[in-house]
């Protein structure tokens, strides 16, 4: 990347945490992409191939590594980035072979990466014997480096102005194809500056089939302020005619590198006629006769270009410039010849390793308000936000929504104010007008919070490859919808439940490779990672094609461990036998492996889901495999409710769990096996009395239910009316209950907020929202609820066990959510 | 980088500056035209137009054929900076470098230097 230094305006900023704060992200980001390209890379040479320019990617993301932290002080990555790059750049120049061993290095060291940046954000102790562990092996490679090979370059009619700005990275790869013999081609092409970036990506993805691209040399001709003139150099097997009707357009001529006839004798001094004029006229002044045959050595020096010229100086000792071409040559055959830029009369500057320069031109004004302004332009698109400060302005819209609330009633109650009806419709306009920009506000700051799920994904990616290999099991990992999005929030805690489940499958699922041929599986285990929007939520999959879950293990582990009971355990079905592996404390196994089998894992991942608003469901088939799916809302910070009213409280069920709402009548009501159910549509619906849950049963219209506290109008009834009831049913994943309720208030968008201390504890609760009233509703977490009217054999136990006042199980009574000052 | 430029520290070495980034070598080919800029650094590890081309490129220019031009890349690339060196290059700070370095380095090449007391 290059950095232009300007005189000029001067704009003092200081640099100190937030730098610090964009170094992590920044280093966070490369390592991302450096994770990616690894797995692309392990990808390719599992496949027996190799990819050029993936090598040098990872070079690439290294370096800008190095340079990063040695920025900023980091001495452990620095550290790490300068051996690394040591190693990568034998890797791209040959000098070493990628192996699976140098494979393991480089994620190793990907995932050390990982824990110095969590380190240096004060997460997590440095990982240094590992890093030094790592440094030792690193340097025993780089000791297995054989040379490089010998040059064909010379025998081609190069520039030897190009050859001089070519890195040796690029000398690498030229040499490389050219060893391979494949053809060199030369292509000029004119680029409009403004659409250079686009229109080259056009031009690349045309000549890439063909071959492949050394490097792109901006001539200095036939451009302008608007245009530069590029020489592309480009390797292929095609021949000439292909790769013109590959890339033709009017701005682009291909012309193919001759070798020099000296290929086959070394000392003829002509050069071949040249096939247009252009060419002529460089050829003409290329006095390069003779080639010399002796391999350059690949490290340090200019022994290619020396080659050249030596070859040149010793063939014909034409000192004249030439006229016209781009790269003069120079006029003897010594290292220094060149002048710099082409420039007679321009100093030779000297360079001191510690930076320090010739002193040079003064520091001019700079440039006009015009200039600046264009220059402006071309900085970056993106900005870096904290989640934070989302959050924050998060918080904003939603007490702006109280606010439209507030106008809502107020615009209601001049409307029906004869003395002020004339203002009603312009009050009601606004008030539309507000709640429109309003809901587009809240829609643009949750579009900010959504990330790809393939961000966790790649860590996932790695994950497999590192657990396979320590258990010398093959997987393949097979990834859909990484591009669907998800709260950041969400993504964040999402990588260790995730990884958890994967350990699960490939520790207990993926059987070895022997057992794996003799029930005929392929050797090659997958698994497979899907993921998918479903109306407000995102589904994740799971799915493993190991030897599944046996219900029967499952249960005599658990009858072991004591988890079920005799008798509750002939009662269950082999589906809620599955869910036992949700339990705390329980493992199938008696030995703890590395990867897993302490018991501590579905029970936490469960629970980590579940904090998320999510559920885990699971479904295995014996010898086929396992699929664990999480249902995920899309984000935390805003959702969607239906207001109830149970008892005159308000509460709010998130709308993505309900399904409808119908009207309820207690003659609906069938007994089933002791619970209460209902039949809607041909189906049975268990049904749960909210206010039953939540001990609200005393109340009755007109009636207190507690002196110290008001409490609120009860709904009215008309008289000789019986008083309506609704059923609310709510699904999540696979389990529907329906909720009794007096009163359907109507749909909001809430911003949810974190019970207080005092509620934290409270079950079937998700938080709770401000209602615009100086009244507070409660948000009930329907997974949480619908498993906790499912799990009870009568609906009787729950409500007993939400009664207890003390009893560490308890439910909470909503009536003190009123006083409740610990909303946060 | 921008941040070591525009930091106050770097005001009192050579005075405020102005930083512009360009993305990539053929951004900077588009940014140098339109603006008169007193110093350039390059790395020479870039994508398509590599850092040797850029300086082959902007000596030939007219208005840049003496602005002072600083590599920053590592020692891994010895030949390639000494290839930079012959291309027109005034200045090479090997990285990892000191945020002091590059300063001191850019008031040296703009003739601002001043004096500057320890640290």
């Not at chain 1, 992590?24 to 599992?46: N, P, T």
């Not at chain 1, 292929?236 to 590198?257: C, F, K, M, T, Y």
């Not at chain 1, 001191?352 to 200039?371: I, L, P, R």
Request: charged fraction near 25%; aromatic fraction near 4%; proline fraction near 6%.
């Amino acid at each position: 990347m290059a950095e232009n230094v300007g005189g000029g305006g001067g704009r003092g900023e200081s640099a100190g945490d937030k730098a610090r704060e964009e170094f992590f992200s920044e280093a966070q980001e490369i390592v991302d992409g450096l994770s990616r390209d690894l797995l692309a890379l392990d990808d390719v040479c599992r496949r027996g191939g190799s990819d050029a320019e993936l090598v040098n990617d990872v070079f690439r993301a290294v370096h800008t590594l190095k340079g990063l932290s040695g920025l900023f002080g980091a001495a452990m990555m620095s550290g790490l980035s300068h051996e690394l790059e040591n190693l990568l750049d034998d890797l791209r120049l040959g000098r070493i072979e990628l192996t699976s061993q140098v494979l393991d290095l480089l994620f190793q060291s990907v995932e050390l990466y990982g824990r110095i940046l969590a380190a240096a954000k004060g997460d997590a102790p440095e990982p240094a014997p590992e890093v030094k562990a790592l440094l030792a092996a690193l340097g025993q490679v780089a000791q297995q480096k054989g040379g490089g090979g010998g040059s064909v370059v010379a025998q081609y009619e190069l520039d030897p102005g190009l050859l001089g700005v070519l890195t040796e990275y690029e000398e690498h790869r030229l040499r490389t194809n050219l060893q391979a013999g494949l053809s060199l081609y030369r292509m000029r092409v004119q680029f409009q500056l403004a659409t250079i970036d686009s229109a080259l990506d056009d031009l690349k993805a045309k000549t890439r089939p063909h071959g492949e691209i050394i490097t792109f040399l901006p001539t200095g001709e036939g451009g302008d302020a608007e245009s530069v003139e590029l020489e592309i150099l480009v390797a292929s097997r095609a021949n000439l005619g292909v790769l013109r009707g590959a890339v033709a357009g009017p701005n682009i001529s291909v012309e193919e590198v001759r070798r020099r006839d000296g290929a086959s004798n070394p000392l003829a001094s002509i050069p071949p006629p040249p096939l247009d004029d252009r060419s002529r006229e460089r050829d003409q002044t290329d006095p390069y006769g003779g080639v010399s045959m002796s391999p350059p050595t690949t490290s340090g020096g200019d022994a290619l270009l020396d080659e050249i010229n030596a070859a040149g100086a010793g063939a014909t000792r034409t000192s004249a410039p030439p006229p016209a071409p781009s790269f003069p040559p120079g006029p003897g055959g010594q290292l220094g010849t060149f002048p710099p830029g082409g420039i007679p009369g321009m100093p030779v500057p000297g360079i001191a390793a510690g930076g320090a320069g010739a002193a040079a031109q003064g520091a001019s004004g700079g440039s006009g308000a015009t200039q600046r302004e264009l220059t402006l332009r071309s900085v970056t698109q993106t900005v870096r936000v904290d989640i934070r400060k989302l959050d924050h302005l998060m918080n904003i819209v939603g007490e702006l929504a109280i606010v439209r609330g507030v106008v809502a009633r107020l615009s209601e109650r001049v409307r029906l104010d004869p003395d002020l009806k004339e203002i009603a419709p312009d009050l009601h306009r606004l008030h539309r007008s507000f709640d429109r920009h309003l809901a587009q506000m809240q829609n643009g700051i949750l579009e900010v919070r959504m990330v790809p799920l393939g961000q966790v994904f790649d860590k996932l990616a790695r994950i497999v490859r590192q657990i396979s290999r320590e258990h010398d099991k093959q997987v393949n990992l097979v990834i859909t919808g990484a591009e669907t999005e998800i709260d950041k929030l969400i993504v964040e805690e999402l990588s260790d439940p995730l990884m958890h489940m994967i350990r699960n499958a490939i520790d207990h699922g993926i059987e070895d490779k022997d057992e794996r041929m003799r029930v005929g599986k392929p050797a090659v285990g997958t698994i497979a990672l899907n993921a998918f929007q479903k109306g407000n939520h995102v589904v994740l999959e799971i799915e493993d094609d190991g030897k599944g879950m046996d219900p029967k293990v499952i249960l005599a582990a658990a009858l072991r461990r004591g988890l079920v009971t005799e008798s509750e355990a002939r009662e269950m079905s082999d589906k809620e036998v599955l869910t036992l592996v949700f339990q705390p404390g329980f493992t199938t196994r008696d030995d703890v492996t590395a990867l897993s089998g302490r018991g501590v894992g579905m029970d936490i991942v469960k629970t980590n889901i579940s904090k998320l608003g999510g559920v885990v469901d699971i479904s295995s088939e014996v010898g086929i495999g396992t699929k664990m799916t999480i249902t995920l809302p899309i984000t935390l910070a805003i959702i969607s409710v239906l207001m109830l009213e149970v008892a005159g409280r308000t509460f709010c069920m998130p709308l993505a769990s309900v399904e409808e709402a119908i009207v309820f009548d207690d003659a609906m009501i069938k007994t089933f096996e002791g619970r209460e159910v209902m039949t809607q549509r041909g189906a049975t619906l268990p049904i749960a009395r909210l206010a039953k849950l939540f001990q609200l049963e005393g109340w009755r219209p007109g009636v207190w239910i507690n002196e110290s506290a008001p409490t609120p109008k009860p709904p009215e009834v008309r008289p000789g009316r019986k008083a309506k009831s609704y059923c609310v049913v709510a699904t999540v994943a696979d389990r529907r209950v329906g909720f009794i309720v007096d009163r359907l208030v109507g749909q909001q968008d809430i911003v949810i907020k974190a019970l207080g201390k005092s509620l934290k504890k409270a079950r079937g609760l998700a938080g709770a929202t401000e209602l615009g009233d100086q009244r507070v509703g409660l948000v009930l977490d329907a997974a949480a609820l619908i498993n906790e009217v499912l799990a009870s054999s009568t609906e009787g136990r729950i409500a007993g066990a939400l009664e207890g006042p003390r009893s560490p199980k308890t439910g909470i009574d909503p009536r003190d959510a009123r006083s409740d000052g610990g909303m946060s | 980088m921008r941040a070591i430029l525009e930091d106050p520290a770097s005001a009192a070495a050579m005075g405020a500056v102005e930083v512009t980034e360009a993305q990539s070598g053929f951004d900077a080919m588009r940014l140098l035209p339109r603006a008169r800029y007193d110093l350039i650094i390059t790395d020479i590890n870039m994508p398509d137009v590599n850092g040797l081309e850029l300086i082959h490129f902007i000596r030939k220019s007219e208005q840049y054929r003496t602005t002072p031009l600083v590599i920053i890349s590592t020692q891994a690339t010895e030949r390639d900076v000494e290839r930079g060196r012959k291309l027109g290059a005034d200045a090479y700070v090997p990285k990892p470098f000191a945020p002091e370095l590059m300063r001191e380095t850019c008031a040296r090449l703009l003739g601002t230097a001043r004096p500057v007391s320890d640290g």
